[in-house]
């Protein structure tokens, strides 16, 4: 059975950093692509990012860019998403997910994000 | 605001067949494959449908997808309480580089 697991949340302030993690099990891991999306509470899914098996290739919506940066580490099946200069419109329950097709498939159960002062 | 347009809410009685829409444009629905997502309360969301019209193992076939140019369309048919949840369609965009999903509905079973 495929599983993902999400750990690193948490409280912070504004304009600090944070490091999201995900253990990923059930699947021959370097070979899937992965993504990191997000969901205010109460609110809708908004994809963050995705990365290739390799690494070699890394996608980020808009409101993200420049600020999170995605990698994974295949020899641990973990992904990772470093989260810089965080802002109160970030905060979110963020969900790691095994690509399906060209979107999110499996999905973690997520983890926590707050950023407040 | 979601570029894929999806209505904030539909209902039905039990044993009903109910239809929720998935509008995009050209460079994600009328180009890619749409996907479904279920997502119950206070859990991560489970897909439903993928590659426009495919179940995935195990979600029964009471769920059926569809296609047409921009547009895609889940039904829900034989309505049961427990179907009470948000459905959300995703697709790739391709002007953008990225993973669109839309708006989400609430599905009320009466």
């Known amino acids: 059975e495929v599983k993902v697991v999400e750990s690193g949340g948490g409280l912070v302030q504004p304009g600090e950093s944070l490091r999201l993690s995900c253990a990923a099990s059930?699947?021959?891991?370097?070979?899937?692509?992965m993504h990191w999306v997000r969901q205010v509470p109460g609110g809708g899914l908004e994809w963050v990012s995705r990365i290739t098996s390799d690494g070699g290739d890394t996608k980020y919506a808009d409101s993200v860019k420049g600020r999170f940066t995605i990698s994974r580490d295949n020899a641990k099946n973990m992904l990772y998403l470093q989260m810089n200069s965080l802002r109160a419109d970030d905060t979110a329950v963020y969900y790691c997910a095994v690509n399906w097709g060209m979107v999110p498939g499996t999905w973690g159960q997520g983890t926590l994000v707050t950023v407040s002062s | 605001q979601s570029v894929l347009t999806q209505p904030p809410s539909v209902s039905g009685t039990p044993g009903q067949r109910v239809t929720i829409s998935c509008a995009g444009s050209?460079?994600?629905?009328?180009?890619?494959?749409v996907y479904w997502f279920r997502q119950l309360p206070g859990t991560a969301p489970k897909l439903l449908i993928y590659?426009?019209?495919q179940r995935p193992s195990g979600v029964p076939d009471r769920f059926s997808g569809s296609k047409s140019d921009t547009s895609a369309s889940l039904a829900i048919s034989g309505l049961r309480p427990d179907d009470e949840a948000h459905y959300y369609c995703a697709s790739w965009d391709d002007s953008l580089s990225a993973v669109l999903f839309g708006g989400g509905t609430k599905l009320t079973v009466l």
């Open positions: 050209t460079s994600n629905v009328g180009n890619n494959y």
């Open positions: 059930g699947l021959t891991f370097n070979t899937y692509w």
């Open positions: 590659t426009n019209n």
